[in-house]
């Protein structure tokens, strides 16, 4: 017999999370790990229980369920994903031709049984179709010892390319991030700005530019950023943007 499936349910109402509970208990070769009632909720449970299977709702604040899948994957035992939701056939559609399986509420008993065997043989891979699904992400997600820690996008300061990683800095601290900058510009043109070829900046954080002098007698330009001391360089490339943000002193 094959081992049973660890599954979390996940949504924002507790009547859904209960229609699941007792729908899972009439299904062999099933057990129930956890509920949780959030994006954030479910993947601190899923870092420490490692479910095969998240029944995942898609309508939830915050964080929506396509979002949460996409940090899910990044888990070090990333789950299957089953959606759940009571809204928009388009999308469903488009879930199915991604051989992602949803549910559409109310949930019967025989679609989540048929659901749960499909998701047995499910990829992690396969979650890279949903990303032009889902609405502009609001967090980073960042593995840090076996946990994965959201960084809300509207906390970045700048990130700055190093080697294979990225360095995302908040006022708090700096995290690596396994992302391509050019990626992450396409992704938030509005929210980002490109200084130099190794860095991206908020444009919220910006409170200046400023010429400096080096020893040699060459002169640069850096951004100032509210709330830090560090400053970074802008790539002569990129010094029209000083004139058309229209900062800058020295």
Do not use: C
Request: charge should be negative.
């Amino acid at each position: 017999m094959t081992q049973p499936l660890k599954i979390l349910i996940v949504d924002d109402e507790a009547p859904a999370r209960n229609r699941l509970r007792e729908l899972l208990a009439d299904i062999p070769n099933t057990v129930l790990i956890g509920e949780a009632g959030s994006g954030k909720e479910a993947l601190a449970i899923a870092a420490e229980e490692m479910p095969n299977v998240m029944l995942l709702d898609i309508r939830m604040p915050e964080i929506d369920g396509i979002e949460t899948a996409e940090h899910a994957q990044k888990l070090y035992y990333p789950p299957a994903i089953i959606f759940t939701t009571a809204y928009d056939t388009h999308a469903l559609q488009a879930f199915e031709l991604n051989a992602v399986d949803y549910l559409l509420k109310p949930i019967r008993r025989e679609r989540l049984s048929q659901a749960l065997q499909k998701a047995r043989a499910l990829q992690p891979a396969q979650m890279a179709g949903l990303l032009h699904l889902r609405p502009q992400r609001t967090h980073f997600s960042i593995s840090e010892r076996g946990r994965i820690l959201l960084i809300p996008v509207a906390d970045v300061i700048f990130l700055r390319a190093e080697l294979k990683y990225v360095t995302l800095r908040t006022h708090q601290r700096e995290y690596l991030l396994e992302e391509s900058l050019n990626h992450i510009e396409q992704e938030f043109p509005d929210t980002f700005l490109r200084i130099h070829r190794n860095s991206l900046v908020a444009r919220e954080a910006i409170s200046g530019f400023e010429k400096r002098q080096e020893a040699g007698g060459e002169t640069h330009w850096v951004v100032l950023l509210k709330g830090i001391t560090e400053t970074l360089p802008i790539s002569r490339r990129q010094q029209h943007l000083i004139h058309e943000l229209g900062h800058g002193s020295g």
